[in-house]
């Protein structure tokens, strides 16, 4: 059974930077994209950033490019999404979950998610 | 990147069939059949209802289906029970290489 589990979240200022993890179990990691989604309060999902199993392609939204940085460590199962500048409308619940198919190197749906952890950006 | 136009809100009763609709435009769901749809009960983490428009995971139920007429995509859950109670999120793939988000309908079984 894929496990996801998020880690890394919590409270950072304004400007502030953060890195949220997700480590992965069950699964043949570095053949499969990784995405980062998020939930702000009281709005739906927005995807934020995906990263091809290699690690070589990264594709980000246009309301955080240039300021998050997604990146992982196929030898450690780990997937990492680095929050730099952050910005109020960045707060939410940030969610790690796993391409449905095996090789691609971008993520259209996601059929495992972990459980989220939150990150709140506020003075 | 605008987000897909989903309504905030439906309702129905127990056995009754909803209708939810996700509206987006000819960069996103009318170029690709490439639409998904969540369902996601209050502190859980989404789970895929149904991928490539129609398609649907292993272990899902088929009182749920998916549809698209052009830019509009559509998901129909029949025989309506009161754990179908959630959230539910449409996603499309688009032309820009990323996937776009519907707002959320929040699905009341009354």
């Known amino acids: 059974e894929v496990q996801l589990l998020e880690s890394g979240g919590g409270l950072v200022q304004p400007g502030g930077s953060l890195t949220v993890s997700c480590v992965a179990s069950?699964?043949?990691?570095?053949?499969?994209?990784m995405t980062w989604v998020r939930r702000a309060p009281g709005k739906g999902l927005e995807w934020v950033s995906s990263?091809?199993?290699?690690?070589?392609?990264?594709y980000y939204a246009d309301s955080v490019k240039g300021r998050f940085a997604i990146s992982r460590n196929n030898a450690k199962n780990t997937l990492y999404l680095q929050v730099n500048t952050v910005r109020a409308e960045d707060t939410a619940i940030y969610y790690c979950?796993?391409?449905?198919?095996?090789?691609?190197?971008?993520?259209?749906?996601?059929?495992?998610w972990g459980q989220g952890i939150l990150v709140t950006v506020s003075s | 990147q605008s987000a897909l136009t989903q309504p905030a809100s439906v309702s129905g009763s127990p056995g009754q069939s909803i209708t939810i609709s996700c509206t987006g435009t000819?960069?996103?769901?009318?170029?690709?059949?490439?639409v998904s749809w969540y369902q996601q009960h209050p502190g859980k983490a989404p789970k895929l209802m149904i991928y490539?428009?129609?398609d649907r995971p292993s272990g899902v139920s088929d009182r749920f289906s998916g549809s698209k007429s052009g830019n509009t995509a559509s998901l129909t859950i029949s025989q309506l029970q009161a754990e179908d109670e959630a959230d539910y999120h449409c996603?499309?793939?688009?032309?820009?290489?990323?996937?776009?988000f519907g707002g959320g309908t929040k699905l009341t079984v009354l």
């Open positions: 979950a796993k391409d449905r198919r095996y090789g691609y190197a971008f993520g259209r749906e996601f059929d495992f």
């Open positions: 069950g699964v043949t990691f570095s053949s499969y994209c």
């Open positions: 990263i091809s199993g290699p690690g070589v392609d990264t």
């Open positions: 000819s960069s996103d769901i009318g170029a690709y059949n490439h």
């Open positions: 490539d428009v129609s």
């Open positions: 996603s499309s793939y688009t032309r820009s290489t990323t996937v776009v």
